[in-house]
């Protein structure tokens, strides 16, 4: 910047000085015309102009800048006075052009080793003192001549290089004090600079041990010791932060270069799947926890075509929870076959992009997808396969992943809880023995269960089962025969009814079986069934000993028969009443007549 301002003041100098002696010899040359005009006139007013050459050749002597100085006539002097001295003819072009324009002419011609201005002013008619036309046949303004000269302003221009020169040597030495003094002053401080910006970079990218040293004294020291003492409490506290909030989060979290921005992604990462962990701790049902996970997905990870399993790895089953698309991804065989589903069995992600047809049984083969893997516990694991627009959309879903299972992570101990209490909750709702459906179930699933089926305008079909002479078994041939016997009738059930179906054992030997959706044909058609596969059934009994034993059936209709669930059973308990008092082993269906003068 000094160089800089140095070169624009001798520029801006060199300038000046030039215009300035061009201006000044300019000035000279006017005032000497006005001389030259004035003794003209003088020696013509006199009757000297034949010595008017001593006159002009004493103007150049006297003055050492005029190099020549010469003066023409205009063509009407001429033509009134004559030629006038051989001298005093046109020499150029220069001379042509004054006396016809009537303007002054500057030219300068510059060489290595001089410079000379030349000055052409024209000299015209005027009627004040002198007054021209008393003497000269011409009108006023009219030109009368021109007065050339050439001023050598060689000196000017050597004397301004000279100043140039001593302006130039004097901003060199402003320069080389005004840089010593930088460096003996500023340097440190720039050194300290330095020092801080390395230092601020390296915590940028979370690493503080930088140590700021300074020769500086006073305020500057006290800064750069308070930095240090700064960063190495930083380094204490904040060098273990990004390990000690990922412990919070067991498969990571977002990955930067910038420690603090990471702190914050997780910091926030955890406050989002605490309030997700808190929401899904009051929610009555693992199904309500799916649901909060599947509105994560859509909501906050945007994620927009996916399907979600839950796997019984007992019973290696899969079951469809929720999908955005009627068109799955897999085929059903693995809904069978639970082992086929690749990120299952191998329990590691499968992405698409890794191999060609990585995973046989999907069937976007031509497309991208990721499949995600997580295990619930020993019996249960959840599944969930996302479909991707491109090889990008691919990486996002790849960089979603570790959040996803951080999700699902903390889902995982309130969805075993939900599933511990299910099991507990069916297990209170299912005989231990049979593993049916038990009374209590039906008193407190019932109500809801008809009431959804009024809405669809459904039928239930009500069937009532008892052994014949069941407590004969038990008296001959001991309880643990009897319960063979109500084993082996459950198991004739479960055979002969659909999934759509409840089979419960009502109590002892009794069991209610509800049909839905049968027709009174179709619900002979079961009853019939039952009774004749357990019919079917020999029982050892010990000793070498067999026995054969039979049901007897009563059957009532929903809403057919009674406008109440509860009257249904009720009715289907009196018909199973008749077949009893009718011989046993026969199936009854209700009639009005079995209830003659009751009013129910």
């Avoid at 007054?131 to 050598?152: K, P, W, Y």
């Avoid at 498969?251 to 929401?279: M, N, R, W």
């Avoid at 669930?565 to 269906?589: C, M, P, Q, S």
């Amino acid at each position: 910047m000094l160089l800089a301002l140095a070169v624009a003041t001798i520029v801006n100098v060199s300038l000046n000085f030039r215009e300035y002696s061009i201006k000044g010899a300019t000035e000279k040359a006017v005032m000497t015309a006005a001389i030259v005009k004035d003794g003209l006139t003088a020696h013509m007013v006199n009757g000297m102009m034949d010595k008017r050459q001593y006159f002009l050749d004493q103007i150049s002597i006297n003055n050492s800048e005029v190099k020549s100085l010469w003066i023409v006539r205009s063509p009407k002097v001429i033509t009134q006075y004559g030629k006038g001295f051989a001298n005093e003819t046109l020499r150029d072009d220069i001379d042509k052009e004054v006396l016809k324009t009537g303007t002054t002419v500057e030219t300068i011609q510059e060489g290595t080793d001089s410079i000379v201005l030349r000055v052409s002013i024209p000299y015209k008619a005027t009627t004040s003192q002198p007054n021209c036309l008393q003497c000269h046949d011409v009108q006023r303004g009219d030109t009368l001549g021109a007065i050339s000269m050439e001023f050598d302003i060689t000196n000017m221009r050597n004397a301004g290089m000279v100043t140039i020169l001593k302006i130039l040597a004097i901003n060199l030495g402003f320069i080389v004090i005004v840089l010593y003094l930088l460096n003996h002053y500023v340097s440190p401080y720039m050194k300290l600079f330095s020092s801080m910006q390395e230092g601020i970079t390296k915590a940028y990218s979370g690493d503080f041990t930088h140590q700021f040293f300074t020769n500086v004294k006073g305020d500057a020291r006290n800064i750069a010791e308070q930095l240090n003492t700064l960063f190495t409490k930083m380094q204490e506290t904040f060098g273990n932060i990004k390990y000690n909030l990922s412990t919070f989060i067991p498969q990571g979290c977002v990955s930067s270069k910038d420690p603090l921005h990471e702190a914050k992604s997780i910091i926030g990462e955890l406050s989002d799947i605490y309030k997700f962990k808190k929401t899904i701790e009051l929610d009555l049902d693992k199904e309500a926890v799916y649901k909060r996970f599947i509105d994560a997905l859509e909501h906050k990870f945007e994620v927009l075509h996916f399907a979600f399993y839950q796997i019984d790895q007992a019973r290696n089953e899969r079951k469809l929870i929720y999908a955005t698309s009627d068109k799955a991804m897999c085929g059903n065989t693995v809904n069978l076959n639970a082992n086929i589903c690749r990120a299952f069995r191998t329990q590691s992600d499968v992405i698409s992009t890794e191999y060609i047809d990585l995973c046989p049984e999907c069937h976007k083969q031509d497309d991208y997808y990721v499949c995600i893997p997580f295990l619930i516990n020993d019996e249960y694991s959840v599944v969930l396969n996302i479909a991707a627009k491109d090889e990008s959309d691919v990486n996002r879903i790849n960089a979603l992943t570790p959040s996803i299972k951080n999700y699902l992570e903390a889902a995982k101990p309130v969805i075993e809880s939900r599933i511990l209490t299910a099991k507990l909750r069916d297990t209170s709702l299912r005989d231990s023995m049979t593993g049916l459906y038990n009374r209590r179930f039906l008193e407190e699933f019932i109500d809801q269960v008809i009431a959804q089926s009024n809405r669809k305008d459904e039928t239930y079909t009500i069937m009532m089962l008892d052994v014949d002479f069941f407590k004969m078994v038990n008296d001959t041939y001991g309880h643990d025969i009897g319960d063979k016997v109500i084993v082996a009738l459950a198991g004739v059930l479960k055979d002969n009814i659909r999934e759509a179906d409840l089979a419960i054992r009502y109590g002892g030997e009794e069991f209610l079986v509800l049909l839905h959706n049968a027709s009174a044909e179709g619900a002979l058609n079961v009853a019939g069934k039952i009774h004749r596969a357990f019919s079917a059934l020999t029982f050892d009994v010990g000793n070498g000993e067999t026995m054969k034993k039979t049901i007897s059936i009563g059957i009532a209709k929903y809403p057919e028969d009674a406008d109440s669930i509860w009257k249904t059973i009720k009715f289907a308990d009196t018909a199973l009443y008749e077949a009893k008092n009718t011989g046993r082993n026969k199936i009854v269906e209700f009639q009005k007549e079995m209830f003659q003068g009751e009013n129910f």
